[in-house]
């Protein structure tokens, strides 16, 4: 049965800036885009893939592990299987034809991490549009890892407020910031210091801001787990928020729970 049909928004990011000019590698993490996905699928619902420009998502490299598996590699191969060939990931759609075409029909929307989101989701008019339609409604609306830097999409002004981010001019980002949909939930993302590693072996340099403030100056109250890369998921209203790769079964069951929930009442 059919219960109903999930928006899981990608990325089309493959570099991402770096302080100091010049970009490093980036794309969207394997696990965390599939095993929510496969989760909804496996409890009865339609998932429809879109990004900003209708292509594929890039999945980083380095998130093409067993690893990032549990060490799992059956789990490994079967999610690879599932992005590459599963039918919903491969007919990819525009976010503007997605909102074209009618978002009452969706029970909630789901953006995985990987530091792609940063770059194009997190500024994305269209993507802003859907998350308010899904936030006048209180339908769920999942973020995982770094995906939860994508409702800064939902600002009027989300293309100038990281333009401020990352110019450093943090008086302006905080006028850019006012009327923010989210502001004052609860919520959590990709840590300062879990980004370390990756902006040292990886990115070979730093970010021009970490996740955790780009969110508290635009009013939320984050969270984050002392110990870095422990499952963290936290729900606030309808906003679920996973902190870091090893959140993506958790954050799966919550979502799932959430949409069960929603239909119910509905």
């Known amino acids: 049965m059919n219960k109903g049909k999930v928006l899981v928004v990608g990325s089309n990011a493959t570099r991402i800036e770096i302080q100091g000019g010049g970009t490093g590698p980036t794309g969207q993490y394997l696990n965390e885009t599939v095993v929510p996905?496969?989760?909804?699928?496996?409890?009865?619902?339609?998932i429809v893939l879109a990004t900003p420009d209708g292509t594929k998502p890039y999945i980083d490299p380095v998130s093409d592990f067993a690893q990032h598996f549990d060490g799992d590699v059956t789990a490994h191969q079967r999610g690879r299987a599932f992005f590459d060939d599963y039918p919903a990931m491969v007919d990819v759609r525009t976010l503007r034809s997605v909102i074209d075409g009618g978002l009452d029909d969706y029970a909630?929307?789901?953006?995985?991490?990987?530091?792609?989101?940063?770059?194009?989701?997190?500024?994305?008019?269209?993507?802003?549009?859907i998350l308010r339609h899904f936030h006048v409604r209180g339908k769920p609306t999942a973020f995982l890892c770094h995906g939860p830097i994508a409702s800064l999409a939902a600002l009027p002004r989300a293309r100038e407020y990281r333009a401020a981010l990352i110019a450093g001019d943090l008086s302006k980002a905080s006028e850019l910031a006012k009327g923010w949909q989210y502001a004052g939930y609860k919520m959590t993302v990709f840590s300062a210091s879990e980004e370390k590693p990756i902006e040292e072996q990886i990115l070979h340099g730093k970010l021009y801001f970490t996740?955790?403030?780009?969110?508290?100056?635009?009013?939320?109250?984050?969270?984050?787990?002392?110990?870095?890369?422990?499952?963290?998921?936290?729900?606030?209203r309808e906003l679920i928020t996973g902190q870091n790769p090893r959140s993506d079964h958790p954050l799966a069951a919550k979502l799932v729970e959430a949409l069960d929930r929603a239909a119910v009442s509905a």
């Open 37 to 46: 996905a496969m989760a909804l699928v496996e409890a009865g619902y339609e």
């Open 211 to 236: 996740m955790p403030d780009a969110l508290r100056r635009a009013g939320g109250d984050v969270t984050t787990t002392p110990v870095d890369f422990s499952p963290h998921v936290v729900v606030d």
């Open 108 to 129: 909630g929307v789901f953006v995985p991490g990987g530091q792609a989101p940063v770059v194009d989701l997190m500024q994305d008019a269209d993507l802003g549009e």
